[in-house]
């Protein structure tokens, strides 16, 4: 029989119905609290379980512990071959360009060619050799029109040999410089100057190692100007050492100038041979105290002039400190050096000097010859290294001292003739050098280079100011484009006035501060090809840089690179 729906309905209702009749309770009594009066709280006095303390040195117990090691061997039935520490070698061949060839031409027939060769890489011995020629022609037009050339030759060789415990080297230099200017020829005869100098050198030094204490650079060359017109022989000797932890430092130098001593030559018949001998001296230890780095020492100067004998001894003191690891460095002190004024070293500097008989064409007054003198500097400097950020860095220099014997150049006049003498005065210096750089971002970088000098007296053809500023624009190290900007400030230059007494009068006059703009472009087509451009000069200025003797207008030349 099936149920229907709502028969199903009165059945689940009477069965719930039934159930709520055994329905089970739980029977809670009453729970009876007395409250006490009158409680008295109270807290037991503590009891002292040690009346005297008791102390014990835990330093002098014995708290060693020995270890046991079982000595058992381990046998198996592999063989294997014992182990050998690793070698690393470097590569025998590097693939490096050996050989680089730069040629350029310009106006003003200007031509340029470099040729270097560099020996493979080899750890015991490597070589190379390099070439360069320089020259141009071009007129002048400020005050006259003046037929000027300039050449420059230079060879230059070096080897240098590895040893065990030391490095060999050897160097050979030859330079030719031809300058010509009508200026400093009244009655258009020769008028060139020409001067050549070659050197021989050879240096060896020690090799460093850990338990090394005591080590050394010695170097020996011989210098040759305008066919021993003028040599000059060099020995020093560096040696550093460490004596109870404490490093010392030596330099022994030894000069050597001989000038006018060639007997074949007729002019040096009529001159005035010199022979000096200069030795410097200079010992120095390091102490570090108070967090700064110091170095004490001192120079002597022993100097024989034509058998004239001075001695000078001076206090040399240098302070160091890290102010900011890695960021600001200051040092601070007292220096002392000198330098030595020579024919090669002045006529490096101003190619325009009397040559004195030195070029057999030009027909000079023979018995004269340039003074030659040595430069003594003491100076109190400040030097500040400061590191900006990752990208920018500053440097600050500053000293204030005596400089001794300061050489300059004047315009001389000898049997129609313009050219210069060297003279010499004292004179208290100040001077001053920034140099700032900076990378903006990935293409554009600044350069700034500034050098102040002041001098309690003038100080012909030399400027007070000089700076320069460059703008480098980086491609890729593809195109490399780099604007640069120089200044040259306003000179002092002593003149006759044109009056015939005797002695002659000479008058001062001022020489125009100078602004050279250049502009160049490198191309690296490839790693063994690129060209360059250079643009030279574009305010085309053509001011006297040195009295009577005009700057070389707006110049540019071509080249090309050639690595292989």
């Known amino acids: 029989m099936i149920l229907s729906i709502d028969m199903k309905r009165y059945l689940i209702v009477w069965f719930l119905s039934f159930n709520c009749l055994f329905v089970f309770s739980q029977d809670l009594k009453i729970t009876e609290i007395n409250v006490v009066e009158g409680l008295d709280m109270s807290v037991p006095d503590a009891v002292k379980l040690n009346i005297k303390a008791s102390f014990q040195d835990t330093s002098k117990i014995d708290k060693t512990q020995k270890y046991f090691f079982i000595n058992k061997a381990f046998y198996s039935n592999f063989i294997t071959r014992p182990l050998v520490a690793a070698k690393v070698k470097s590569k025998n061949k590097y693939d490096v360009n050996s050989t680089n060839i730069k040629l350029a031409l310009g106006n003003y027939s200007y031509k340029y060619g470099d040729v270097s060769y560099n020996s493979k890489y080899k750890k015991s011995f490597s070589y190379g050799l390099r070439l360069t020629s320089t020259a141009n022609k071009y007129k002048t037009t400020i005050p006259a029109e003046y037929d000027v050339s300039n050449k420059d030759q230079s060879l230059s060789l070096f080897t240098r040999s590895v040893l065990s415990k030391s490095i060999i080297g050897s160097s050979f230099n030859y330079d030719n410089i031809v300058a010509q200017h009508d200026f400093s020829n009244a009655n258009g005869s020769d008028n060139k100057n020409t001067f050549t100098y070659s050197q021989l050198a050879c240096f060896i030094s020690s090799r460093s190692s850990e338990n090394q204490r005591t080590s050394h650079k010695t170097t020996f060359s011989f210098?040759?100007?305008?066919?021993?017109?003028?040599?000059?022989?060099?020995?020093?000797?560096?040696?550093?050492?460490?004596?109870?932890?404490?490093?010392?430092?030596?330099?022994?130098?030894?000069n050597n100038y001989l000038n006018y001593n060639n007997p074949n030559d007729i002019h040096v018949l009529q001159r005035e041979k010199l022979d000096v001998k200069i030795i410097d001296i200079t010992p120095n230890f390091h102490v570090n105290k108070f967090g700064f780095d110091i170095d004490f020492g001192f120079n002597?100067?022993?100097?024989?002039?034509?058998?004239?004998?001075?001695?000078?001894?001076?206090?040399?003191?240098?302070?160091?400190?890290?102010?900011?690891?890695?960021?600001?460095?200051?040092s601070f002190g007292i220096d002392r050096y000198d330098d030595r004024n020579t024919l090669a070293s002045l006529s490096r500097e101003n190619p325009y000097i009397h040559s004195l008989g030195l070029n057999?064409?030009?027909?000079?007054?023979?018995?004269?010859?340039?003074?030659?003198?040595?430069?003594?500097?003491?100076?109190?400097?400040?030097?500040?290294?400061?590191?900006?950020?990752?990208?920018?860095?500053?440097?600050?220099?500053?000293?204030?001292?005596?400089?001794?014997?300061?050489?300059?150049?004047?315009?001389?006049?000898?049997?129609?003739?313009?050219?210069?003498?060297?003279?010499?005065?004292?004179?208290?210096?100040?001077?001053?050098?920034?140099?700032?750089?900076?990378?903006?971002?990935?293409l554009l970088s600044l350069n700034l280079d500034v050098d102040y000098f002041y001098w309690n007296?003038?100080?012909?053809?030399k400027a007070d100011l000089h700076a320069s500023l460059s703008f480098p624009v980086s491609v890729r190290d593809k195109i490399e484009c780099t604007p640069s900007f120089e200044y040259i400030g306003k000179r002092k230059a002593t003149q006759m006035t044109g009056l015939f007494i005797e002695p002659?009068?000479?008058?001062?006059?001022?020489?125009?501060e100078q602004f050279l703009l250049n502009f160049s472009v490198n191309y690296n087509y490839s790693k063994k090809f690129g060209f360059y451009f250079n643009l030279n000069n574009i305010l085309n200025s053509q001011k006297e840089l040195w009295l009577g003797y005009q700057q070389l207008g707006m110049n540019?030349?071509?080249?090309?690179n050639f690595l292989f």
């Open 223 to 254: 210098s040759d100007f305008n066919s021993q017109t003028e040599n000059h022989i060099v020995l020093s000797s560096d040696i550093s050492s460490t004596i109870n932890s404490t490093p010392y430092n030596l330099f022994v130098e030894f």
């Open 300 to 330: 002597l100067g022993i100097e024989n002039n034509n058998s004239e004998n001075t001695a000078d001894i001076f206090p040399l003191l240098n302070i160091r400190k890290e102010l900011v690891k890695n960021v600001l460095n200051i």
């Open 360 to 442: 057999s064409s030009v027909n000079e007054i023979i018995d004269s010859s340039h003074t030659l003198e040595t430069t003594d500097i003491y100076e109190l400097y400040f030097n500040l290294d400061n590191k900006l950020s990752d990208d920018e860095f500053l440097s600050f220099d500053i000293a204030y001292g005596k400089v001794s014997k300061l050489h300059y150049f004047d315009l001389t006049h000898y049997m129609d003739y313009n050219r210069f003498s060297v003279d010499y005065i004292d004179v208290w210096q100040l001077k001053i050098n920034s140099n700032y750089n900076r990378k903006l971002n990935n």
């Open 457 to 461: 007296k003038v100080v012909p053809h």
């Open 504 to 512: 002659p009068e000479r008058e001062t006059i001022e020489l125009d």
């Open 556 to 560: 540019l030349n071509f080249g090309l």
